[in-house]
């Protein structure tokens, strides 16, 4: 079928990509409840210029000045909602992003990366995937026959086995 723009992996890639740029510089609720809103507003203009970078790179006819404006407009609507999710959460600390996970089963070896793994103030961990599509799994449907969707459980297997702490929350 004809696509115009950009595809919704690409789309999808630039959101984590600010996300990640996002999250290298605020590392706890703390820090997100703390910041002052200018500050706040200026993370969130440069981790969307970073995302806005990596699709000019790779996608130069089509990031034409007006249609990155667009973008960049786009994406930082979009960090700012989660940010406003993330600021009613418990207490959290960041402590790690794209954590790569290896896992094996009979001779299936999967190499798994989590988008970003939180400390709860319980002592738990926080496994969350950035979910970019219109459609996310149903948590329902995990417990069904031919569940739709097994990646955070298969995060959670590959994690609980090698994690100190337990997993205690997963997230999209």
Known sequence: P??????SMARGTALHIAMEVFYSKV???????????????TLIAD????AINFLQSRYRRIMTPRFSAIEKSRLEGLVSLFVD??????????????????????NLNLTLKVDRID???????????????????????WLEARPEDMQLPLYF??????????????SI
Do not use: C, N
């Open 119 to 141: 400390q709860l103030g319980d002592e738990g961990l926080a496994l969350i995937d950035y979910k970019t599509g219109k459609h996310t799994p149903s948590k329902q449907s």
């Open 27 to 41: 590392d706890s609720l703390q820090t997100l409840l703390t910041m002052p809103p200018d500050t706040l507003a």
């Open 47 to 50: 981790a969307s210029d970073e």
């Open 2 to 7: 004809f696509v115009s723009g950009l595809s």
């Open 85 to 106: 999710l993330e600021k009613t959460r418990k207490d959290f600390s960041v402590i790690a992003q794209e954590k790569k996970y290896q896992w094996q089963h009979g």
């Open 157 to 170: 297997v590959a994690a609980s086995g090698v994690e100190e702490q337990p997993v205690t929350t997963l």
